[in-house]
């Protein structure tokens, strides 16, 4: 059966040592390292970032989180794969999405899965960040075998606007399967 959506897991960071896929985090912890068992939860409030405080967005605070993109199909790899902003709201702050530079790898892999970061404020090393917006201006993940992840990261930059209720954006995943 083909990969579909489903079998395409979106999940935290931690950065305690590994393996990966051996403990949990959130949004706060999602700072680089190895893949947690959590997933995010699709249209959750606040389920990366905090709330964007009135002093923050006067600042224009730019914040970073890591997120795992996880093939959990038994089989079948997923070519190809490319990750895009599908959506964003408007007249809020601003997300730019960048790839790890650390190659894919199994579900529980020992070594480090991705660049880890001192705090929400510094920025990872070796990733470069943009806003695709559409598939045909995605960033190329590679191809993710059966149960392999690989890290993204994801940059919030606040804009100084008025308050936005549901400020955020939308990550998509997609890929070619043999399937």
Known sequence: MAIVPADILYKFAYKTAG??????SDG????????????????????????????????????????????????LSLQDAVVWLSAEVAGGAAAAIGID???????????????SIADEDTAPAGVAFTAP???GTGL???????????????????ADTVAVTGDGATIRVEGDTAA
């Open 19 to 24: 393996p990966g896929n051996a403990n949990a």
């Open 101 to 115: 530079p650390t190659a894919a790898s199994a579900l529980g892999a020992t070594p480090a899965q991705a660049v």
């Open 140 to 158: 190329s993940l590679g191809t993710l075998a059966a149960g392999e992840v690989r890290a993204i990261w994801v940059r919030r930059t606040a």
């Open 133 to 135: 917006t559409s598939k």
């Open 28 to 75: 706060d912890g999602s700072l680089g390292g190895w893949i947690s068992t959590t997933e995010l939860t699709s249209g959750a409030t606040h389920d990366l970032f905090d709330v964007v405080t009135g002093d923050d967005n006067a600042a224009l605070d730019v914040e970073y989180r890591c997120v795992f993109i996880h093939n959990n199909h038994a089989t």
